[in-house]
T-cell receptor, first 112, second 113 residues
Framework: KAGVTQTPRYLIKTRGQQVTLSCSPI?????VSWYQQTPGQGLQFLFE???????NKGNFPGRFSGRQFSNSRSEMNVSTLELGDSALYLC???????????FGEGSWLTVV | ELKVEQNPLFLSMQEGKNYTIYCNYS?????LYWYRQDPGKSLESLFV?????AVKQEGRLMASLDTKARLSTLHITAAVHDLSATYFC?????????????FGQGTTLQVKP
């Protein structure tokens, strides 16, 4: 069974640009959530989608947005990138009931 | 607001020794997760604890949950170098199914030969 797949794995962007990250959940999982990991702030929740609906959103500015498609694949977008957006962005998927939550390998974003 | 605190944050131990990592959380939750992260890697699921008194074991790791004390422990028995990693506990925001996990700061475990 394939795991959670995130693309791209590594990317470098310039301040002011925007970026889109993609996540394909495990087959059959309808819940997809996104987290940001930095050395200073640790792991922080960005948002969660279930059946194309955003169910919960973390405390991040509006520059961070996401969506989920009918096949459960999800994207997150960060506009007007800032240096502080440099982080590992992790996507997680879970089945209904959330008995286990599986994380992808992550997308390493560096903003220069 | 739900807060999750782990201690210690850093643990250096000799192979063959036992130790415990503690995870405290501040408000009611109905499930707790433990993850392992190796440097530069993603999070690997270790345990999911769903009820008070739950205990799960895998190899040299054993996790338990006391929902009344809002405390989970991850016990390491006879540590080996391969267990060197950062361990995170995470708690589901309550009531559950909000999709939001609150993570502890992580405990970096270094096992010396």
């Amino acid at each position: 069974k394939a795991g959670v797949t995130q693309t791209p794995r590594y990317l470098i962007k310039t301040r002011g640009q925007q970026v889109t990250l993609s996540c394909s959940p495990i087959s059959g999982h309808r819940s997809v959530s996104w987290y940001q990991q930095t050395p200073g702030q640790g792991l922080q929740f960005l948002f969660e989608y279930f059946s194309e609906t955003q169910r919960n959103k973390g405390n991040f500015p509006g520059r961070f947005s996401g969506r989920q498609f009918s096949n459960s694949r999800s994207e997150m977008n960060v506009s007007t990138l800032e240096l502080g957006d440099s982080a590992l962005y992790l996507c997680a998927s879970s089945p209904e009931g959330r008995n286990t939550i599986y994380f992808g390998e992550g997308s390493w974003l560096t903003v220069v | 607001e739900l807060k999750v605190e782990q201690n210690p944050l850093f643990l250096s131990m000799q192979e063959g020794k036992n130790y415990t990592i503690y995870c405290n959380y501040s408000t009611t939750s109905d499930r707790l997760y433990w993850y392992r992260q190796d440097p530069g890697k993603s999070l690997e699921s270790l345990f999911v604890l769903l009820s008070n008194g739950a205990v799960k074991q895998e190899g040299r790791l054993m996790a338990s949950l006391d929902t009344k004390a809002r405390l989970s422990t991850l016990h390491i028995t006879a540590a080996v170098h391969d267990l060197s990693a950062t361990y995170f506990c995470a708690v589901d925001e309550y009531p559950g199914n909000t999709g939001k996990l609150i993570f502890g700061q992580g405990t970096t475990l270094q096992v010396k030969p």
